[in-house]
């Protein structure tokens, strides 16, 4: 048990400084910031070798049905890998090894039923249609079962992260998963010749996805701490649920205040030559936040289990070392992109892309405040048991977004959806710190659950 006062000190207090940063935070970055990189250059590779052997429609057929799955997976899972991270760092950090045992238990049997439900219905849909062509029809059919191993793999990589096993949580599904891809595609390729297909490419992402959930599950095995099989399970199902189904409502926010969202809204009033703009430079904005996202892997279960275990004092040391660090990995890559934008545009898109300058600065700036500030409060309340205050303000600034998109879009143009999104996270992060101090202020002598 810990109390609301004690939380509220880590906005709210001042102190002299960070001190030496955790080592924990220092090596789980390190490597989160490592295999993410490697994840993102092995899925440029993927992609490249599909579009040479698929070609402009089979890599578009393969794209379009990867979307659908991956759309199906993130309503499957309910966003119960959010939640693992936090519930299992905070069971282990108290040692209340039966209700962890039994959220490991539920939550896979939660997933697993509505994702593999959800599957069967598709194919059920699927071979009852006669308005697709064979192609089509057999690529979506695979797909069905992507996505329910898709998202098992993902609740597991959630169990190890809240053990703090950054390494086993992310190699298989970033590293293994894509390198076994590429493999199966290149020899499928030259196996079967000219008639190498875009169902082939989904039957080769269904095995790899199978192996990395394999893998998963035996890292997860050996994790898994020996009081935990032997007590008895308890369950919560319905406060886990509740707070899954309020990250939902965080990420379907959160996709609202992205730039997919952006290019809806471009394409939608401006045409398919912003959209081409936009989409480049929101690209390369996110290179900001890259080295931030990569902090905050490690930071959420620490953040959970410091909280869970009421070591305050040590929790506002934490915060100030999180912020310090996205200060060193983002401010750099900001000032970069600042002097280097515009021929780094050229670079990598074209001469035609140069236009898109400005709005890749106002993206950049968004993207600082968010991998600064953003996403530090964002966790401090989704991992400490008040993810509904995230939701509401999340939320409400997704609604912001939205309006003020429709409006600046239709003024100014390309750079007016970019100040719509610089905007509403400016907003949502301001919102996020007079929250904490007010909220948790008025409620200060009330005690919380220490998950």
Known sequence: MTSVKNLRAIFIRKGSGTGEVDPTLIYGAFWALTVNAAGLLLGLLTQKILANT??????????????????????????????????????????????????????????????????????????????????????????????????????????????????????????????????????????????????????????????????????????????????????????????SGQFVAISISQLVLSTQS?????????????????????????LVGFGSAAIMVIAQPMIADLYARGQISALIKLSRQIVMLTLTASVPAFIVIAIFGRPLLIHIYGTDFAPAFPVLIVLAISQLVAAVVGMLLGYLFTMTSHQQIASKIIGASAVLNVVLALVLTYRMGMIGTATATAISTMVRSVALFIAARRVLKTVSSADVPAT
């Open 54 to 243: 698929l070609g402009p429609t089979g890599f578009g057929l393969y794209l379009y049905v990867l979307g659908w799955s991956n759309v199906a997976g993130l309503l499957s899972a309910l966003e119960f890998s959010n939640a693992a991270v936090r519930y299992v760092s905070a069971y282990t950090a108290t040692n209340d090894w039966g209700s962890l045992r039994g959220f490991i238990r539920r939550s896979q049997q939660i997933v697993g039923g509505i994702s593999g439900t959800v599957g069967l219905l598709c194919v059920a849909a699927l071979l009852m249609t006669r308005r697709l062509s064979p192609e089509t029809q057999f690529c979506l059919l695979a797909a069905c079962a992507v996505f329910p191993l898709t998202s098992l793999v993902q609740l597991q990589a959630a169990c190890l992260l809240g053990w703090k096993r950054v390494r086993q949580s992310q190699v298989p599904f970033q590293i293994m998963r894509p390198i076994l891809f590429a493999v199966l595609l290149l020899a499928m390729a030259r196996w079967l010749g000219a008639g190498f297909d875009a169902g082939d490419a989904v039957l080769a992402q269904l095995l790899a996805t199978g192996v990395a959930l394999i893998t998963t599950a035996w890292y997860m095995r050996r994790a898994t701490p020996v009081e935990t099989r032997q007590a008895t399970p308890i369950y919560h199902t319905v406060e886990w649920i509740r707070t």
């Open 262 to 286: 952006d290019l809806v809204f471009v394409g939608t009033l401006l045409g398919k030559t912003e959209v081409g703009l936009y989409g480049a430079a929101s690209q390369v904005a996110t």
